[in-house]
């Protein structure tokens, strides 16, 4: 029984604890809504263009390994 009645107001003083947080902290975890739908597309469009040259790049690097260093070997 002592238990339950220490619980029940630790429980109460964690609400009180609580609301004086999130009053004096609430503004500074909240992360603003931005509408990004046009960024979308054109993060997307880049996404794609690095990846084609990022692509292009390591295949012709592992070429030119293989052309000058392979043979050697």
Known sequence: MGRTKIWA?????????SWKWKHVLGSAFKW???????????DDLLF????IFEAIFLVSTLCF????CGCQI
């Not at 107001?9 to 604890?17: A, D, S």
């Not at 603003?32 to 054109?42: D, N, V």
């Not at 794609?48 to 990846?51: L, Q, W």
């Open 9 to 17: 107001i630790f429980k109460r003083l964690l609400k009180k604890e």
């Open 32 to 42: 603003k809504r931005l509408h990004i739908h046009h960024f979308s597309f054109i």
């Open 48 to 51: 794609k263009i690095a990846s």
């Open 65 to 68: 390994f293989y052309l000058c």
